[in-house]
């Protein structure tokens, strides 16, 4: 089965890290585009990194310098390693290829 399953959210303190991760199965991440997605309450769901098969990554304004997208092959999986979390950035986050439906996400807390 095609998939995407996000986990890692939980709660982080202001300043603190996370690391969210996105495993995929039956494919590689290697050979698709995979991006990270983020909807905050109240808004619609926004770009907050990709990394496309070649490689190549891209990041939203927002998170430039404070969020970083890669991928293991062995592990199948992309990651998005969150430092220095902000309150802005607490949101629901999936990951994103096209062709799969939208997993459940995982959630974000921001609170000190």
């Known amino acids: 089965q095609v998939q995407l399953v996000e986990s890692g959210g939980g709660t982080v303190q202001p300043g603190g890290s996370l690391r969210l991760s996105c495993v995929a199965s039956g494919f590689s991440v290697s050979k698709y585009y995979i991006g990270w997605y983020r909807q905050r309450p109240g808004k619609e769901r926004e770009l907050v990194a990709e990394i496309y098969s070649g490689g190549s990554t891209t990041y939203a304004d927002s998170v430039k310098g404070r969020f970083s997208i890669s991928r293991d092959t062995a592990e199948n999986t992309v990651y998005l390693q969150m430092n220095n979390v902000k309150s802005e950035d607490a949101a629901v986050y999936y990951c994103?290829?096209?062709?799969?439906?939208w997993g459940q996400g995982t959630q974000v807390t921001v609170s000190s």
């Open positions: 994103y290829r096209i062709g799969i439906n």
